[in-house]
T-cell receptor, first 113, second 111 residues
Framework: KAGVTQTPRYLIKTRGQQVTLSCSPI?????VSWYQQTPGQGLQFLFE???????NKGNFPGRFSGRQFSNSRSEMNVSTLELGDSALYLC????????????FGPGTRLTVT | LAKTTQPISMDSYEGQEVNITCSHN???????ITWYQQFPSQGPRFIIQ???TKVTNEVASLFIPADRKSSTLSLPRVSLSDTAVYYC????????????FGTGTRLTVIP
């Protein structure tokens, strides 16, 4: 079974721009979560989608948003990029409500200059 | 979400057994204990999950004492490829889908 895929793998953007990252979960998984990982803050939860609805949200500003499509694929968007948004963005999927057994993708490395 | 405490780092020689202990004094009755492994620039990988006593799979064992206030991840005969950060998470297996990873334990395997 194919794993979680994320595109693009690497991205360089300029301050003030916006960016969209994509995640395709494992087939049959309906929950998709997004995380931001930085050296200073570690792994932080952004939000989680289940059946096209945002079910949970972490403590991030409104510039960070996401959505999920009917095929469970998900996108996250960051508007008005700041230097501090440079990070590894990870997507994870899981079956239904098995919260603690999640499968992570390789991540998208975003660099904001 | 129960708070967890792990050592920040550990070193081990190849071929040794490594035990990483996690403290979770305020674990709730319906909480499970889950461990993840993360290599640099990769997403975390689920290793093992347990509720009480001992759980073993093809890569690790998880020991949980009767009071469940701590747990120990045991990696048998580590190799250089086991060098990674190991995270201990505590929470109900169903619920918010909001995982709190903490700082983890950076394991370095030495040749």
């Amino acid at each position: 079974k194919a794993g979680v895929t994320q595109t693009p793998r690497y991205l360089i953007k300029t301050r003030g721009q916006q960016v969209t990252l994509s995640c395709s979960p494992i087939s049959g998984h309906r929950s998709v979560s997004w995380y931001q990982q930085t050296p200073g803050q570690g792994l932080q939860f952004l939000f989680e989608y289940f059946s096209e609805t945002q079910r949970n949200k972490g403590n991030f500003p409104g510039r960070f948003s996401g959505r999920q499509f009917s095929n469970s694929r998900s996108e996250m968007n960051v508007s008005t990029l700041e230097l501090g948004d440079s990070a590894l963005y990870l997507c994870a999927s899981s079956r239904d409500r098995v919260a603690y057994e999640q499968y992570f993708g390789p991540g998208t490395r975003l660099t904001v200059t | 979400l129960a708070k967890t405490t792990q050592p920040i780092s550990m070193d081990s020689y190849e071929g040794q057994e490594v035990n990483i202990t996690c403290s979770h004094n305020n674990i709730a009755t319906n909480d499970y204990i889950t461990w993840y492994q993360q290599f640099p620039s990769q997403g975390p990988r689920f290793i093992i999950q347990g509720y009480k006593t001992k759980v073993t799979n093809e890569v690790a064992s998880l020991f949980i004492p009767a009071d469940r206030k701590s747990s120990t991840l045991s990696l048998p005969r580590v190799s250089l490829s086991d060098t990674a950060v190991y995270y201990c998470l505590v929470g109900a297996p169903e619920g918010a889908n909001n995982l709190f990873f903490g700082t983890g334990t950076r394991l370095t395997v030495i040749p």
